[in-house]
């Protein structure tokens, strides 16, 4: 079978691997057919993610069809799609006995630390895979695991009806975290440097927008929240200067996430935490947020149509990887499909 492996930083190649088998462990076999590329792969692409070892196999937003399931399954058959639960832990350690998975001691995460879903066949648990429903396409089902990831930032934000949520960030990341909060919170505020995506957030949701390459956001959001500053903020930029500018936006008694992987020094004010007594949290992955997610697709609740904005076969992975690289304004979501390689080209949606 083929696959797209990260030899070492800046080097990917596609490789000929033997078809996994199942097994006791690993009993279920999916055959893929869309697999995302996430900000996370790129850093892994490039050596800047600092979670990540090589070589590696990447990919984690990965959708199939079920091949083949071994004795013990019960709750899949063969033709079933599915997506793929990129998080494995140990269950034994103490998140894990704490329910936090996602931050288990001994985690490993398929495409990061053990080989993902770039490649066409992959083997994995029963418990790890969740049917999708046939609202959805495999294209844009790619587009749940990012979901599972905004929700889980809600989720650490204790996001509630009166919060006044300070967004930063209106990427991939950023857009997914928007529509999850704006069904749990009253007042939303994005804030990015870019007129065209901070226009988007307006259309899907957002209440106020602040752009920060000629807007102060502190200023800003003081007069959007009544001169508290935000309630909740999330940190869907993770650059360097960026936590210190939300810390000193939010208000007293506020919460303040922060979902940087970065392992460069960052900037922080200690008195801005402790005078206005902040809740500075970490948000890792997801933790079980697969089922919630599609259920909120299944209700109609959650939209992620027309997510996808250009597509590549499998082997053509380095010219996706160098598209991406030219930060091209169409790219909205790239995925890698798996069938008829040979006819398919990539195209926009």
Do not use: W
């Amino acid at each position: 079978m083929k696959a797209v492996q990260i030899l070492e930083p800046n080097t990917l190649r596609v490789i000929d691997l033997p078809k996994p088998s199942i097994d006791a462990q690993n009993t279920v076999l999916v055959r893929m057919t869309a697999a995302g590329i996430c900000g996370s792969d790129i850093g892994i692409y490039h050596g800047t993610n600092a979670a990540a070892t090589y070589p590696r196999i990447i990919g984690h937003e990965i959708v199939g069809r079920v091949e083949e399931i071994g004795p013990s399954v019960h709750s899949l058959q063969v033709g079933d799609r599915v997506i793929v639960n990129q998080v494995t832990s140990c269950g034994q350690c103490y998140p894990c006995r704490n329910n936090r998975p996602n931050v288990c001691d001994f985690l490993q995460v398929r495409g990061v630390h053990r080989d993902g879903g770039y490649r066409e066949f992959i083997a994995v648990p029963e418990e790890d895979c969740y049917v999708l429903p046939d609202s959805i396409s495999d294209q844009d089902a790619v587009m749940i695991e990012p979901t599972t990831i905004a929700i889980q930032a809600c989720s650490r934000a204790q996001l509630q009806k009166d919060d006044m949520l300070l967004l930063f960030g209106s990427g991939a990341l950023g857009s997914s975290i928007l529509k999850i909060a704006r069904q749990l919170c009253a007042i939303i505020i994005v804030a990015d440097i870019n007129d065209e995506k901070l226009a988007i957030a307006l259309q899907n949701g957002a209440d106020r927008v602040i752009n920060v390459s000629r807007e102060n956001l502190v200023e800003k959001t003081k007069d959007y929240t009544g001169g508290h500053g935000a309630t909740v903020s999330i940190d869907a930029v993770c650059n360097k200067t960026s936590l210190l500018s939300l810390l000193e936006a939010t208000g007293n008694a506020g919460r303040v996430i922060t979902m940087g992987f970065s392992v460069a020094p960052t900037e922080v004010n200690q008195f801005v935490i402790t005078s206005k007594e902040l809740d500075v949290r970490g948000s890792r992955l997801q933790n079980n947020m697969f089922g919630k997610a599609i259920e909120l697709i299944k209700s109609g609740s959650l939209d992620l149509s027309h997510s996808v904005s250009h597509t590549f076969p499998l082997t053509r992975a380095q010219e996706a990887f160098d598209f991406i690289d030219t930060k091209d304004p169409s790219i909205r979501k790239i995925v890698l499909t798996f069938e008829n390689e040979k006819k398919e080209t990539n195209e926009s949606h």
